[in-house]
């Protein structure tokens, strides 16, 4: 089992590979960092319509009803957001993959070092 972040689902849905999401972990706030990401897409680069848009968050939804999705405890999110300098989103998927004694799958590079000492961490396109 792994834990992907948004920046690792969004890879996979992009190079349609959603199926190997299926039964993996991530975190609630996943739902809401895709949605961010096609609010982008839609508002900043007018790559899509809202209604568009609508159909992209609806079908990242789907995406997201296939996986597992965890609930981190919100103190020890905030303490490994200190620990490791990283923002509290960042921090909620490194918690929950180290809580999960599980290995992390990201893009972030800013992830991938500062918490590569205590979790393995992989990227899409390690495991695809």
């Known amino acids: 089992m792994?834990?992907?972040d948004a920046s690792s689902i969004y890879a996979a849905i992009g190079k349609g590979k959603t199926s190997s999401l299926k039964g993996f972990y991530s975190v609630?706030?996943?739902r809401y960092e895709l949605g961010n990401i096609i609010w982008k897409e839609t508002i900043l680069r007018k790559t899509?319509?809202?209604g568009e848009g609508i159909s992209v968050v609806n079908f990242f939804d789907k995406v997201l009803s296939e996986m597992k999705l965890l609930h981190p405890d919100l103190?020890?999110?905030f303490k490994t957001?200190?620990?490791f300098h990283l923002s509290y989103y960042d921090?909620?998927?490194v918690y929950a993959a180290i809580n999960a004694?599980?290995?992390l799958v990201t893009e972030d590079e800013k992830i991938k070092d500062?918490?590569?000492k205590l979790l393995k961490i992989y990227s899409f396109d390690d495991i695809a």
């Open 101 to 103: 004694k599980i290995p």
């Open 114 to 116: 500062k918490a590569g």
């Open 2 to 4: 792994m834990l992907f």
């Open 48 to 50: 899509y319509s809202v």
């Open 28 to 30: 609630i706030l996943a």
């Open 91 to 93: 921090a909620s998927y």
């Open 75 to 77: 103190d020890a999110v």
């Open 81 to 83: 957001a200190v620990q």
